[in-house]
């Protein structure tokens, strides 16, 4: 079983259209994130939810919204579509807290390519 | 603000070359750190992770890390690399006591030739 599934891998869209990634963990994690990994690999959080409830919201558009219906949960929605938003989306999941280890596990990663 | 400085952004290195990548981060507290690794269109595995005691880390596949407070540094090791080690290598950090919010530096391309 995968540990962290990302739904889909690949995305190919048009401009100004809304598209959705989805996220779920098996692992039993109390907190999942987002991160956007650009055209020369750079990795930067943009969300993170801990137990369904929003702790870190990093300076990303409005356009983009993550929503948690559990914690095993975390999906990216995605309003009016940029070419700039074009990048490889990477769901991950840690355990936090203060006899966690921290350890990350990432999902596969959705290449989004907006035309 | 908390930032990581990986130098070295592309390495080139034949086969059984020794391999060190450097890694700085700044931030005043107690931090965790990580190495990654994400082989081409893969996604990233941790290779080794840092919290306290021996600031000498061993982690998979050969590679180790060196922690030194005093620099600030968590520089990667490998003794002799394979052509399999070709990949994108990145450093990150998280506050002790912080939301487990990871912070990447830029990445260092590793590229071994056979």
């Known amino acids: 079983d995968t540990a962290v599934s990302q739904t889909p891998k690949y995305l190919v869209t048009q401009m100004g259209n809304d598209k959705s990634i989805k996220c779920e963990q098996n692992?039993?994690?109390?907190?999942m994130y987002w991160y956007k990994q650009d055209s020369k690999k750079f990795l930067k959080i943009m969300f993170s939810?801990?137990?369904?409830?929003?702790?870190i919201n990093e300076t990303v558009p409005n356009r983009f919204s993550p929503k948690s219906p559990d914690k095993a949960h975390l999906n990216l929605h995605i309003n009016s579509l940029e070419l700039g938003d074009s990048a490889v989306y990477f769901c991950?999941?840690?355990?936090?807290?203060?006899?966690?280890?921290?350890?990350?596990?990432f999902g596969s990663g959705t290449r989004l390519t907006v035309v | 603000a908390q930032s990581v400085s990986q130098h070295n952004h592309h390495v080139i290195l034949s086969e059984a070359a020794s391999l060190e990548l450097g890694c700085n981060y700044s931030?005043?507290?107690?931090?965790?750190l990580f190495w990654y690794v994400q082989y081409p269109g893969q996604h990233l595995q941790l290779l080794l992770k840092?919290?306290?005691?021996?600031?000498l880390v061993k982690g998979i596949k050969g590679f180790e890390a060196e922690f030194i407070k005093s620099k600030f540094s968590f520089n990667l090791r490998k003794p002799s690399v394979q052509w399999s080690d070709t990949a994108e290598y990145f450093c990150?950090?998280?506050?002790?006591?912080?939301?487990?919010?990871?912070?990447f530096g830029q990445g260092t391309t590793l590229q071994v030739k056979p």
């Open positions: 990150a950090v998280t506050p002790s006591s912080n939301t487990g919010k990871l912070i």
């Open positions: 840092y919290f306290s005691g021996d600031p």
């Open positions: 931030y005043g507290g107690t931090v965790n």
């Open positions: 939810y801990n137990n369904k409830e929003l702790i």
């Open positions: 692992l039993g994690h109390d907190t």
């Open positions: 991950a999941s840690s355990q936090v807290g203060s006899h966690s280890n921290y350890g990350y596990t």
